[in-house]
């Protein structure tokens, strides 16, 4: 399994960007995918998840702004942002979870993501 993140970089508050998941090795079509985001001194923070099934979940402060999605074809998990803060500036990372299926969940925890990638950054500017 391989994630590699793009998208990334310098906006002004109230703009948008658009985040790719790579995900190869993964079947996206019995795994979980997530983005969480990483401030310095800080634990990893959920923002949204999508289930096997396609189910979607999401942190409060994204509810509205964001939105998670994938391409079953292209194997790509996207992150839409919209409206963005300065609090959103942080380094995005997808995660894999390869027991969305076999347990039917959306996860939300860090913990409960087997394969990560390195991460793109996200700067806000106000």
């Known amino acids: 399994v391989q994630l590699v993140e793009s998208g990334g970089g310098l906006v002004q508050t109230g703009g948008s960007l658009r985040l790719s998941c790579l995900a190869s090795?993964?079947?996206?079509?019995?795994?979980?995918m997530a983005w969480f985001r990483r401030v310095p001194g800080k634990d990893r923070e959920f923002v949204a998840a999508?289930?096997?099934?396609?189910?979607?979940y999401y942190q409060d402060s994204a509810k509205g702004r964001f939105t998670i999605s994938r391409d079953m074809n292209k194997n790509m998990v996207y992150l839409q942002m919209n409206n963005l803060k300065p609090d959103d500036t942080a380094v995005y990372s997808c995660?894999?979870?390869?027991?969305?299926?076999?347990?039917?969940?959306?996860?939300?925890?860090?913990?409960?993501?087997?394969?990560w990638g390195p991460g793109t950054q996200v700067i806000v500017s106000s």
């Open positions: 995660g894999a979870d390869p027991l969305s299926l076999k347990i039917d969940r959306i996860a939300s925890i860090a913990s409960e993501y087997d394969y």
């Open positions: 090795g993964v079947d996206l079509s019995s795994y979980g």
């Open positions: 999508i289930s096997y099934k396609g189910s979607t």
